[in-house]
C-alpha cells in the first residue's frame, strides 16, 4: 500500500515553515536533470539562516569548503524564502566578481519566478523591476547584488549577505585583504537600515588568517560561528534543528557521499596543505609558519636523558660529490620526549663515504626520498647518493624509503598542516 500524497495545503505548510525542505525545489529548478544529494551538513546551514530569520541570531558566520551548496543555500534560496513568506524584505547581496554577483541574481529570479514558487507562496505577487543588480517586489521589497567596491549609494537593507567577498589569487595580497575589510567596514555595514538588529550573513571558504571572517572573528561581537571543516578535527555536536543535532567524530568527512576521505586527501595533494588547510579545513594558517609554529618553540640548557627519549629522526645533508674524499657532512637529530619534540644537538664533520654510511646504519634504518629518478646529465652528487643506496643494499642492511602520506601524523604540535612525512628510527652514536 503506498502511503497517500501530501495535501497542497500541507505542501505549503512545509515550504513556507522550514527553510531546509525549501531547499530541495530551489535546487532543482536551478539545476535540471541534476540529483540532489541530501547530507546533514545543508541542514545544519539551514537551520542557522532559519534562526536569522526568526530574529534569533542577527550576526551569522558560516565557514566551509567550496562546492558544497553554500551560495545556493545563503545568496539564492534563502532570500527567496524570506521574500516569499515577506516581500517587503529588502537583501543586499555581495560577491567579489559582478560576474558572480550577477549569475546569483538571476539564480534568484528563476526560483521566485517559477511555478511551484508561485503556488506555494502567492503573497509574493509580482515582480514591479526586473535588472541583472536589482530584482523589485510590488511590495517595493528587492534583492540587490553588489560586487567588491561596486557602488550601493542609497540602497538600504534589513538584511546584508556577503558571499565569498575576496577570490582564492588575491588572499596572499595585503592589499586586497584590506580592501575586502574596508568595503565591509565603509560601504556595507552603512547599507543597513537598522545598524542594532539589522541581520548579517558571512558564507565563505577560508582564504587567509587575515581574510573577512578573521578581521569579523578577531572584532568580536555576538557573531554565531558554523564551522564546516571537511574533515573533522575533534568530536563536535552540530544542531540541526530545535531538538535535532549530529554527532561529528573526529576525522569524519563533512560529505562522504560526494567527497570521502580519499578524495579529499588526494585534493590535499594535489593543491598542497597550506591551501587545503585553509579552503577545505578553515583553519589557515601563515605560510612563513605552516609547518613549524615558532611561538611554539622553546630552548633546553642540559639535554635529557636519552633513555627518555621515545621516537627519533636522522635528517642527514651530506652535500655529496663525486669522489671518494671527505664529504661534508651535517646532522639534525629532532628527538620526541614523551609529547614535546627536542632538537639535540647538530652534528658536523668531514667524512669519507664509507663513515657517513656506517653511522647512518647505527641508526637503525635509513630515509632516502622516493620517486628519484635522474636521467642523462645528472650531476656527481646525485650520482654520489645513488651510490650510497647501492653501498646499503650491499652492506644488506634494512632501507626504508621515505613516502609522503597525507595522513602522517603532525611533526610539531597538533597543527594539522604540519605533516611529518618521516620514518622514526633509534637514536644513533653519532
Not at 572573528?217 to 558554523?226: A, D, F, I, T, Y
Request: glycine content about 6%; some cysteine.
Amino acid at each position: 500500500m503506498t502511503a497517500p500524497r501530501p495535501t497542497l495545503s500541507v505542501l505549503r505548510a512545509a515550504l513556507q515553515e522550514d527553510f531546509h525542505s525549501f531547499i530541495r525545489p530551489a535546487f532543482d529548478t536551478l539545476n535540471p536533470g541534476q540529483a540532489f544529494q541530501p547530507n546533514w551538513h545543508i541542514e545544519a546551514i539551514a537551520h542557522a539562516l532559519s534562526e536569522v530569520g526568526r530574529g534569533d541570531i542577527n550576526r551569522l558566520l558560516i565557514t566551509m569548503p567550496p562546492r558544497y551548496l553554500k551560495s545556493i543555500c545563503g545568496s539564492v534560496a534563502f532570500p527567496a524564502w524570506m521574500m516569499g513568506r515577506d516581500p517587503t524584505l529588502r537583501f543586499l547581496v555581495a560577491s567579489y566578481s559582478a560576474e558572480l554577483a550577477t549569475k546569483h541574481a538571476r539564480d534568484f529570479r528563476s526560483v521566485v519566478e517559477s511555478g511551484w514558487f508561485r503556488t506555494f507562496f502567492p503573497n509574493f505577487g509580482r515582480l514591479k523591476r526586473v535588472a541583472d543588480a536589482e530584482i523589485t517586489t510590488a511590495q517595493n521589497g528587492s534583492r540587490r547584488s553588489v560586487s567588491l567596491g561596486g557602488s550601493v549609494t542609497g540602497f538600504g537593507a534589513d538584511i546584508l549577505i556577503i558571499d565569498d567577498l575576496m577570490k582564492a589569487a588575491d588572499a596572499s595580497s595585503p592589499v586586497e585583504r584590506q580592501r575586502v575589510k574596508d568595503f565591509y567596514d565603509q560601504t556595507l555595514f552603512s547599507r543597513l537600515d537598522d545598524k542594532q538588529d539589522g541581520c548579517i550573513i558571512a558564507i565563505q571558504q577560508r582564504l587567509h588568517e587575515d581574510d573577512l571572517a578573521g578581521y569579523l572573528l578577531e572584532k568580536g561581537g555576538n557573531w554565531v560561528h558554523l564551522n564546516l571543516p571537511a574533515i573533522a578535527e575533534e568530536d563536535e555536536e552540530i544542531p540541526l534543528g530545535p531538538r535535532r543535532r549530529h554527532f561529528r567524530r573526529r576525522g569524519d568527512a563533512l560529505f562522504p557521499s560526494r567527497e570521502p576521505i580519499g578524495t579529499l586527501e588526494s585534493i590535499r595533494l594535489e593543491i598542497g596543505a597550506p591551501a587545503f588547510s585553509a579552503q577545505y579545513q578553515q583553519s589557515p594558517v601563515s605560510l612563513d609558519s605552516a609547518h613549524v609554529r615558532w611561538d611554539r618553540i622553546q630552548t633546553y640548557e642540559e639535554p635529557y636523558d636519552r633513555v627518555g627519549y621515545t621516537q627519533v629522526v636522522q635528517s642527514w645533508d651530506t652535500a655529496m660529490h663525486g669522489g671518494d674524499g671527505p664529504q661534508a657532512t651535517r646532522a639534525l637529530r629532532p628527538v620526541q620526549l614523551r609529547k614535546a619534540l627536542h632538537l639535540a644537538p647538530e652534528r658536523r664533520g668531514a667524512l669519507v663515504r664509507r663513515a657517513i654510511l656506517r653511522k647512518r646504519l647505527d641508526g637503525g634504518r635509513v630515509l632516502l626520498p622516493s620517486g628519484n629518478r635522474v636521467r642523462r646529465g645528472r650531476r656527481p652528487a646525485v650520482e654520489a647518493r645513488l651510490h650510497l643506496a647501492r653501498l646499503l643494499r650491499r652492506e644488506r642492511r634494512q632501507l626504508a624509503v621515505l613516502q609522503p602520506s597525507p595522513l602522517a601524523r603532525p611533526l610539531i604540535g597538533d597543527d594539522p598542516s604540519a605533516h611529518a612525512y618521516l620514518h622514526w628510527s633509534p637514536l644513533p652514536d653519532v
